[in-house]
């Protein structure tokens, strides 16, 4: 019963470790649109209502993507390679 007490605690600190890199990912994805938007000359002249809508976009656009749903390898990886450990040393 070791193993399950030990699975709690490596869940706990996936689940840390998957809010941190989602903030992190969110932020790196908000800037890069950021910098877009302030680098594209068609936009000079626009209001800072557009820009937001245009993030906020972007932002909406990442929620859906490929790029989010990798995060949850977070837990599949190493659940797959807890899983596979066990495996070996009591069947191996």
């Known amino acids: 019963m070791g193993w399950?007490?030990?699975a709690f605690i490596l869940y706990?600190?996936?689940t840390?470790?998957?809010f941190i890199a989602g903030i992190y990912s969110r932020s790196v994805r908000r800037e890069?649109?950021?910098k877009h938007w302030d680098?594209?000359?068609e936009t000079e002249g626009l209001s800072a209502t557009e820009r937001?809508?245009?993030i906020e976009d972007g932002m909406k656009h990442y929620d859906r993507?490929?790029?989010k749903r990798l995060l949850w390898l977070i837990y599949i990886l190493p659940t797959i390679g807890f899983m596979a450990v066990i495996y070996?040393?009591?069947w191996g």
């Open 4 to 6: 399950l007490r030990l």
């Open 12 to 14: 706990i600190g996936l």
């Open 16 to 18: 840390i470790i998957y």
């Open 32 to 34: 890069k649109l950021e």
């Open 39 to 41: 680098a594209d000359p």
């Open 52 to 54: 937001t809508a245009y």
């Open 65 to 67: 993507g490929l790029k």
């Open 88 to 90: 070996v040393i009591n």
